[in-house]
């Protein structure tokens, strides 16, 4: 690959334009040595200027680097710029929320959003510190804000940051908001001419967040062991106290992750879901006799829920969790109220609903569908999640996914169980007997050129398979809503989309089948992973 002097200019003018010193000279030393003749350097440098950045499933995310298709302070810079353009030309003017989390990059890109948007006009009130993605997105409601921006790049690998922007009903945008933004954004001046006023003030909302919290259980029994981790993330504190003040007072951290660590050096990657992510947390269960394991995600916003077996530890599904606090929101939900889940998740929460005869609605895929369930404003929503370990479980309050609120509800069911004397199991087990199983696995594969998911899915939609594990399957494609296919057949169901986060292209499997015929619908679900392994290949 060689040097073109359209990318060696492009990059000479991000260099002029940046304000950062430090970034400029990072910019400057790979510019330098692919003008050498080094290729790699070459093809770094194409990356970075491959930019910008675009609104994914939950906002801006990218690694912590020089150039447009990166995070870094031009980047956050512009887009805020592009942001407090937008916002005033909607008439939304006022007050804007700003927090972020503890990854690196995530201090100074929290000041240069603050400042920016003061020198917009706009007031701003900054979180004190690293907190809670659920934290910001509770005080965009609390306080009447326009708009709400946290710095956090979620469960993300340790060298990416992000940009997540919330609307004044505390909701994630969808378009076209997103593509209106990203032309703002695509207009405004360089980072070195956007005008900066350090005006803001500090609010702390996180007491105001955990008094709302507590009063989230149902049930009085409070005799529970809990484990909990934060993986190195902003959570650890906050569900402390939330816990603690909830009455739940038998609580361990794991005391290696509990500290807000960028590198997480205990984890390969700080996602809940992946495995080993987990090993520390269930074996500090194990040794201490627990009743339940609580993992969050790095900036709070996931719950992971482990349980002992007969077997040993084991970490539920964000299904199993899912349709475990379905049943026990709507226990004494009003007739008209509205639980909702995601295309990809589990059919078993629609069981549920209609068995309890409340409302049901699947959405597309992340929470800032999910909030809007039903009519499109979210009426009557009483709960929502999502299967990648995201509850909303006080949408009044907090209309995002909320870890720690899912983690003190988790709480008060396994007391409540425990009290009588059954688990967590125990209760699956009832919803299996009354619903059928609803056995799910994900089958995904991790890219290195982004260019291969398209052509995934691409090969999939011009040759999809006519039978998967046996079962006769037919095909249905979701664009231009979404790049989404979805397959489906007797009793199984396959939907495959490319990652909003990762570069990954995803595929959500299930099988759905009375209790007696266990054994061999977990073998047709395995024969299912197989074969759409194979697909994706």
């Known amino acids: 690959m060689r040097l073109t002097p359209d990318l060696r200019d492009r990059a000479f003018r991000w260099i002029a334009d940046d304000p950062s010193d430090a970034d400029r000279a990072e910019l400057q030393a790979v510019l330098a040595a692919a003008m050498g003749g080094d290729a790699a350097a070459v093809a770094d440098l194409a990356d970075r200027m491959a930019g910008p950045l675009t609104f994914g499933t939950a906002g801006l995310r990218g690694p912590v680097r020089a150039g447009p298709n990166g995070m870094n302070r031009a980047v956050v810079i512009r887009t805020t710029a592009g942001l407090a353009d937008w916002l005033t030309r909607q008439g939304r003017t006022g007050t804007v929320v700003v927090g972020r989390d503890a990854r690196h990059g995530s201090a100074a890109f929290a000041v240069d959003v603050a400042d920016v948007l003061a020198a917009a006009g706009f007031a701003v009130r900054v979180l004190p510190g690293p907190l809670p993605t659920p934290v910001l997105a509770f005080a965009v409601r609390r306080l009447g804000a326009v708009a709400g921006v946290q710095i956090t790049a979620s469960h993300n690998p340790p060298q990416d940051n992000g940009y997540k922007l919330y609307l004044g009903d505390g909701t994630q945008i969808v378009p076209p908001a997103d593509r209106e933004i990203e032309a703002a954004i695509a207009a405004a001046p360089a980072a070195v001419s956007v005008p900066r006023v350090s005006r803001s003030s500090s609010v702390d909302m996180l007491d105001e967040y955990l008094d709302r919290v507590v009063t989230l259980p149902r049930g009085s029994a409070r005799a529970l062991r809990?484990?909990?981790?934060?993986?190195?993330?902003?959570?650890?504190?906050?569900?402390?106290?939330?816990?603690?003040?909830?009455?739940?007072?038998?609580?361990?951290?794991?005391?290696?992750?509990?500290?807000?660590?960028?590198?997480?050096?205990?984890?390969?990657?700080?996602?809940?879901?992946?495995?080993?992510?987990?090993?520390?947390?269930?074996?500090?269960?194990?040794?201490?006799?627990?009743?339940?394991?609580?993992?969050?995600?790095?900036?709070?916003?996931?719950?992971?829920?482990?349980?002992?077996t007969p077997d040993g530890w084991r970490m539920l599904s964000g299904d199993e969790t899912g349709a475990l606090l379905g049943a026990h929101l709507i226990a004494d939900a009003p007739p008209d109220a509205l639980v909702a889940n995601t295309i990809v998740s589990s059919s078993l929460l629609e069981s549920i609903a209609r068995a309890r005869g409340v409302r049901y609605d699947a959405t597309l895929t992340g929470f800032k569908w999910l909030v809007r369930a039903g009519d499109g404003r979210g009426t009557g929503l009483v709960y929502a999640y999502e299967e990648a370990l995201g509850h909303c479980c006080d949408p009044d309050f907090v209309r995002d996914k909320d870890g720690i609120s899912a983690a003190v509800l988790a709480c008060d069911l396994?007391?409540?169980?425990?009290?009588?004397?059954?688990?967590?199991?125990?209760?699956?087990?009832?919803?299996?007997?009354?619903?059928?199983?609803?056995?799910?696995?994900?089958?995904?594969?991790?890219?290195t050129d982004l260019d291969r998911i398209?052509?995934?899915?691409?090969?999939?939609?011009?040759?999809?398979?006519?039978?998967?594990?046996?079962?006769?399957?037919?095909?249905?494609?979701?664009?231009?809503?979404?790049?989404v296919?979805?397959?489906?057949?007797?009793?199984?169901?396959?939907?495959?989309?490319?990652?909003?986060?990762?570069?990954?292209?995803?595929?959500?499997?299930e099988v759905v089948a009375p209790v007696a015929e266990r054994d061999a619908a977990t073998a047709r679900l395995g024969a299912l992973a197989d074969e759409v392994a194979a697909l994706l290949s």
Request: proline share 9%; charged share 25%; glycine share 8%.
């Open 485 to 509: 296919l979805r397959l489906r057949g007797d009793g199984l169901r396959v939907i495959v989309r490319p990652s909003g986060t990762e570069p990954k292209v995803k595929a959500y499997l």
């Open 414 to 447: 396994a007391a409540t169980l425990k009290a009588s004397g059954r688990t967590l199991l125990d209760a699956l087990d009832d919803l299996a007997r009354e619903h059928g199983l609803h056995l799910t696995r994900q089958v995904s594969v991790r890219v």
């Open 454 to 483: 398209g052509s995934l899915m691409a090969a999939l939609r011009s040759n999809p398979p006519t039978e998967l594990a046996g079962v006769p399957v037919t095909v249905e494609d979701l664009l231009p809503d979404a790049d």
């Open 226 to 308: 809990v484990v909990a981790t934060a993986l190195h993330g902003v959570g650890a504190g906050p569900l402390s106290l939330a816990l603690h003040r909830a009455g739940f007072t038998d609580v361990t951290m794991v005391a290696e992750q509990t500290e807000p660590d960028p590198d997480f050096p205990t984890v390969g990657f700080p996602n809940p879901e992946e495995p080993g992510a987990t090993d520390l947390l269930l074996a500090r269960a194990a040794e201490v006799d627990a009743d339940l394991a609580i993992a969050l995600d790095p900036d709070a916003d996931r719950c992971a829920l482990g349980v002992p």
